[in-house]
């Protein structure tokens, strides 16, 4: 009973955090009015940015300081182009956030793999043949015992065992393209 109540201050706690950050995600550096004006007699062409409302977002109010004065100012916030942006950067932290969580226990299961592979290597397959080298693997029997252990693999099937028999399968063919390639002088065609 106390459990459920925990949860649910923990799960009102996340509410109310996210409200307040979704509150204070509306920022100024959330909404703002970029102005793009060519060049213009000698003036050459700048890009302006202000933080500015939506029914501030023109030349007059966004093109600080003003590069021409008089009756030229008319003519060259005509030339000028003026959009109001609006980002939500709780979204974007979010997807950054979703994205890295991904990768980490992405990077986490390659570390367990490979940290793993080891120890289930030398349990299915004994510790006789983690030693064999690349000379050895040339006889005329390079995986007399292979059958055998994969038949034992078989019984307790998962995701690391039919990885192992695809990698079993991969090594038979490439000697096989080795004895033919080297002994036999054949290439495949």
Request: aromatic letters at 6%; hydrophobic letters at 35%; proline letters at 4%.
């Given at each position: ?27 100024s ?5 970029k ?5 213009y ?5 700048q ?7 939506l029914k501030?977002?023109?030349c007059?109010?966004?093109v600080?300081?003003?590069?021409v ?5 008319e003519?060259?916030c005509l030339?000028?182009e003026c959009k ?9 932290k979010?997807?950054?956030?979703i ?11 390659m570390v367990?793999l ?15 043949q983690?030693?064999?080298?690349d000379?050895?693997?040339g ?20 995701v ?13 063919q490439?000697?096989e ?6 002994d ?6």
């Open positions: 009973m106390q459990a459920a109540g925990g949860v649910r201050l923990l799960a009102l706690g996340c509410v109310l955090v996210l409200s307040a950050q979704l509150a204070e995600s509306k920022n550096e959330d909404i703002r009015c102005c793009i004006c060519p060049p007699k000698e003036i050459e062409g890009i302006y940015n202000q933080n500015v409302s501030d977002c023109n007059l109010h966004v600080e300081p003003m590069p004065e008089g009756k030229d100012v003519a060259y030339r000028c109001y942006e609006e980002r939500s950067s709780g979204t974007i979010g997807t950054i956030i994205y890295l969580s991904v990768l980490g226990l992405l990077l986490l299961y367990y490979t940290l793993l592979e080891p120890i289930l290597k030398r349990r299915l397959f004994g510790h006789s983690l030693i064999q080298n000379d050895d693997v006889d005329q029997q390079p995986f007399a015992n292979a059958h055998d252990v994969l038949s034992r693999s078989r019984s307790r099937p998962n690391l065992n039919k990885v192992e028999h695809a990698q079993q399968r991969w090594r038979r490439v000697q393209q080795r004895k033919s390639v080297f036999r002088h054949v290439v495949l065609s």
